[in-house]
């Protein structure tokens, strides 16, 4: 009688275990793409995550325990191999099922990086995420992250298809959210569309095309370069000449240069971080981190 009570107990235990055991190992690159896969994969696991808090994925240096966590993971999310340059070597005897890269699904235009006057590369300034002539931060358009959340819930039930049905349910609400978010943003942006801004590097094409926003320039092309005295001059002529109401900086990358920009072009200065920096990792992220975009546009393009 004893025993089997034992048994029994041994078993309810480990229940919760074996379960656990059967979710997929999801590993996602950065926090945006995290947050997305977080929400599809809520109630069921969570997805592990390389580049955190206030991190850059453009100067990320791959630690062991990265490493290991890639090779152990069923799904890797990211971007493109072209973009994550860090995860290539951790990622090479991985087969295209166990990746999901956002910027290669069906229905994702991949802008060229801009070229000419202030979105110019210098010679010095190698941009190490446009080498191939890409802009890879597609996560900025509600329309792209709603592509890849249909693509997560199809390969996690394939890996999973005991889940099936939750990861289904999970992606149909985080798209209707998505859908909300994006007429949010349009309508909250539409009232400083015609406002010129420079921003600290060319990362927020996307969020501009996708609201009609009129960004003229960036301070540098690549974050981990500091912008050479004859591109901040060409720079603070063009701010002038605009009559630029914001120069933006990044909460990752020093400050100074864009305040003494801003200074020179009687411009204010504001905050636009595409990561979400300072954001708790989880399902909500992509959504505060989109609203805080918006929210600081418009602040400092001159509306609350």
């Known amino acids: 009688m004893r025993k089997s ?13 074996a379960a656990r055991a059967e979710v997929p190992r ?5 926090q945006p793409l995290h947050s997305l896969a977080a929400s599809v994969m809520q109630g069921v696991g969570s997805p592990d995550l390389v580049v955190t808090g206030a991190q850059s994925e ?8 990265d490493a290991r966590k890639l090779a152990d993971a ?23 099922s166990a990746m999901v890269a956002l ?15 202030v979105w110019e590369a210098e010679h010095d ?24 959340v249909s693509a997560l819930a199809e390969r996690l039930a394939k890996l999973d298809p005991e889940h099936a ?8 609400a985080t798209e209707e959210r998505l859908s909300a978010l994006d007429m949010l943003l349009k309508l909250k942006l539409m009232l400083v569309a015609d406002k010129p801004f420079a921003v600290f590097h060319d990362g927020y094409q996307y969020l501009e095309k996708r609201y009609d926003l009129n960004a003229v320039g960036s301070v540098t092309v690549d974050p981990d370069r500091p912008p050479s005295a004859k591109r901040l001059a060409a720079l603070r002529d063009r701010l002038k000449a605009s009559g630029t109401a914001c120069v933006f900086r990044e909460p990752q990358f020093p400050a100074p240069v864009v305040h003494t920009l801003a200074e020179a ?4 200065e504001g905050v636009l971080d595409p990561q979400g920096a300072d954001i708790p990792p989880g399902p909500d992220l992509y959504f505060t981190l989109m609203t805080r975009l918006s929210d600081a546009l418009a602040s400092c393009l001159g509306t609350k």
């Open 5 to 17: 009570l034992v048994t029994g107990i041994l078993a309810i235990t480990l229940l919760p275990l």
């Open 26 to 30: 999801v590993v996602a690159s950065i």
């Open 58 to 65: 453009h100067t990320y240096t791959l630690r062991p325990s």
């Open 74 to 96: 069923q799904l890797v999310v990211l971007v493109d191999p072209n973009y994550e340059t860090f995860v290539t070597r951790a990622l090479k005897d991985k087969s295209a």
């Open 103 to 117: 910027a290669r699904l069906p229905g994702v235009r991949v802008l060229p990086a801009r070229e000419g006057g």
């Open 125 to 148: 300034e190698h941009g190490h995420h446009h080498e191939d002539g890409n802009d890879y931060h597609v996560w900025l358009d509600p329309t792209n992250a709603r592509l890849l």
């Open 165 to 172: 049905e939750r990861y289904q349910a999970n992606a149909d």
């Open 265 to 268: 072009a009687g411009a204010r």
